[in-house]
């Protein structure tokens, strides 16, 4: 167990966010490119914008002010989100199209705060920086993610499995089975 396995969704959230916009903070050169073929590092937290709008097709706002610099706006998210897990709302049920009907912290939790795990490593590989994922969240996430099978990359949301070796550590096999080259280097 670690630190991010043991925690609620509100406190893993927030450690998850942290680590990525600090991550953000350090990119020295947005256009750098990422293990994700047609992203640049600009484009990796970007594509975090996602969130407000699938929470509203689920009824839920999530108020983002408009802002050109991608790391504010992921900032200003981020507090949004927060307020949302730490508030009354959190144990709230939702409707969600894939999963059925769950509380509000728990879809942050399944779809967002594991999109901010993932794309640290798209972020901090492409950038040159720390890219070590938590092991056992990793291979929390591995286990779950691989139960769901062929319905996992039929869903668009994933990159092409990648190979990797019987003993590879939980960290590259998660890479590998959300589409991405453990190895990858710039």
């Known amino acids: 167990m670690s630190e991010l396995t043991d925690a609620t969704p509100a406190d893993r959230h927030r450690l998850l966010n942290a680590r990525f916009l600090a991550l953000a903070d350090g990119v020295s050169d947005w256009d750098a490119r990422t293990p994700v073929p047609e992203w640049v590092a600009r484009d990796v937290v970007e594509h975090l914008g996602w969130l407000p709008g699938m929470l509203s097709g689920m009824g839920v706002t999530v108020?983002?002010?408009?802002?050109?610099?991608?790391?504010?706006?992921?900032?200003?998210?981020?507090?949004?989100?927060?307020?949302?897990?730490?508030?009354?709302?959190?144990?709230?049920?939702?409707?969600?199209?894939?999963?059925?009907?769950?509380?509000?912290?728990?879809?942050?939790?399944?779809?967002?705060?594991?999109?901010?795990?993932?794309?640290?490593?798209?972020?901090?590989?492409?950038?040159g920086q720390d890219a070590a994922l938590d092991a056992d969240y990793a291979a929390a996430a591995y286990q779950g993610m691989s139960a769901v099978g062929p319905a996992l990359h039929e869903s668009g949301q994933f990159g092409t499995p990648q190979p990797v070796a019987p003993d590879a550590s939980p960290q590259d096999r998660l890479i590998a089975l959300i589409g991405r080259d453990p190895g990858w280097a710039p």
């Open 63 to 127: 108020q983002v002010p408009e802002e050109k610099d991608p790391v504010r706006r992921l900032r200003a998210q981020g507090q949004a989100v927060q307020d949302l897990l730490d508030g009354p709302d959190a144990d709230r049920p939702v409707e969600t199209t894939m999963s059925g009907t769950m509380p509000l912290a728990r879809v942050i939790d399944s779809f967002y705060t594991f999109d901010l795990f993932a794309h640290a490593w798209d972020l901090a590989k492409a950038t």
